[in-house]
């Protein structure tokens, strides 16, 4: 069972830099899974600069899971114009 769960709308988050994007656990997470749940390509990022992960639409890459992977937050951004919701869940444990 996670330790944090969060479902969200990132539907008009198209930047990191937008506070809708920022997610953060409130302690050190050893590990953390993305599922994006839209329609869109989806980007996440662990110091909200660069990109770490793509999240595509559908298929395998539609899931992220890094593991032994110590952090407090990440951010989520989409790709791409696109009207409509666009929901990403995100997860992270401890040990």
């Known amino acids: 069972m996670a330790d944090f769960f969060d479902r ?3 539907g008009a988050v198209a930047a990191f830099t937008d506070p ?3 997610v953060e656990f ?3 997470s050893h ?13 996440v990022s662990f110091d909200g600069v660069n990109v770490h992960g793509r ?3 559908t298929g395998p890459s539609a899931v992220i ?3 032994d992977h110590v952090r407090k937050k990440l951010w989520v951004r989409r790709i791409g114009a696109g009207g409509g ?5 995100v997860l992270a444990t401890t040990r």
Do not use: G, I, M, P
């Open 65 to 67: 899971h890094w593991s």
């Open 85 to 89: 919701a666009k929901f990403v869940q």
């Open 20 to 22: 809708l994007s920022l």
């Open 8 to 10: 969200r709308d990132v």
């Open 26 to 28: 409130q302690f050190e």
């Open 55 to 57: 999240l595509n639409a």
């Open 31 to 43: 590990e953390q899974l993305v599922f994006n749940e839209s329609n869109s390509v989806l980007e």
